[in-house]
């Protein structure tokens, strides 16, 4: 076992399955995916950091306690269609490859889009539809959805996202209202009325995505 092997035991034992995450299904896609593969060479080093890494260029890698925590919320089945909705480096999306059928991501940037099925190309991940588009309009075309994960903070959840989810469709995210408050990982439940309701699950802080930052209140 070489030593981002150990890293990678390291992070699911000592960060994730201590910090309530019990679904094997999850640890398992944790335990296999290599994240030191979806970080820039010279971040490779501190890939397995447990606080959210900032890999340039207003992206961000989530820390894996909150990361694992949200696809544990979203109770993924095989059959699964989910919007991963802002590609970043892929790692959300690779993570999610191994426990559903299909994942749609959303990004704003070919090129970061390109480089990143490199990547999932080179482990064995051939799963991950990428899409080129606005974070905030998600994908009608492409709904209705199982799932959605946003791998980000959002200032509110649109309803046009939840709009989305097909009836018993689940939906997560961090929801930070303004800069200074600390943002509460936040589930969507559709049920089958189609009537949405949504649980806080913890506390998290994370970078918003963009497009879904606090709009600047109207000063008379």
């Known amino acids: 076992m070489d030593d ?20 094997n299904k999850v640890l398992d896609a944790f335990e296999a995916v290599p994240r030191e593969k979806f ?3 010279n971040k490779a080093a ?40 802002g590609t970043g480096c892929g790692y959300a999306a690779a993570i999610a ?14 090129a970061e889009q390109d480089k990143v099925d490199t990547t999932l190309s080179g482990v064995d ?15 009608p075309d492409q709904a209705p959805f ?5 791998s980000g903070a959002v200032a509110q ?25 600390v943002g509460q990982v936040t589930l969507f439940v559709k049920d089958e009325t189609g009537h949405v309701s949504s649980r806080v699950l913890f506390e998290s802080s994370l970078p918003y995505l963009a497009g879904f930052e606090p709009k600047e209140a109207f000063v008379f």
């Open 4 to 23: 981002m092997q150990i890293a990678r035991s390291h992070m699911v034992d000592c960060q994730i399955r201590t910090n309530g995450v019990i679904d």
């Open 46 to 85: 501190v890939a397995y950091t447990d606080k959210p890494l900032d890999l340039g260029s207003g992206r961000y890698l989530m820390d894996p306690m909150t990361h694992a925590r949200m696809v544990q919320a979203l109770a993924l089945k095989p059959s699964d269609v989910l919007l991963d909705v």
């Open 97 to 110: 490859s191994g426990l559903v059928t299909t994942v749609l991501s959303l990004g704003t940037r070919q």
């Open 146 to 150: 199982d799932a959605i994960f946003l």
């Open 39 to 41: 970080v820039p060479a």
């Open 157 to 181: 959840m649109p309803d046009n996202l939840l709009d989305q989810l097909g009836l018993g469709g689940r939906a997560v995210a961090v929801v930070r209202p303004d800069e200074k408050s």
């Open 125 to 139: 991940i051939h799963n991950v539809v990428f899409v080129k588009g606005k974070l905030v309009q998600g994908l």
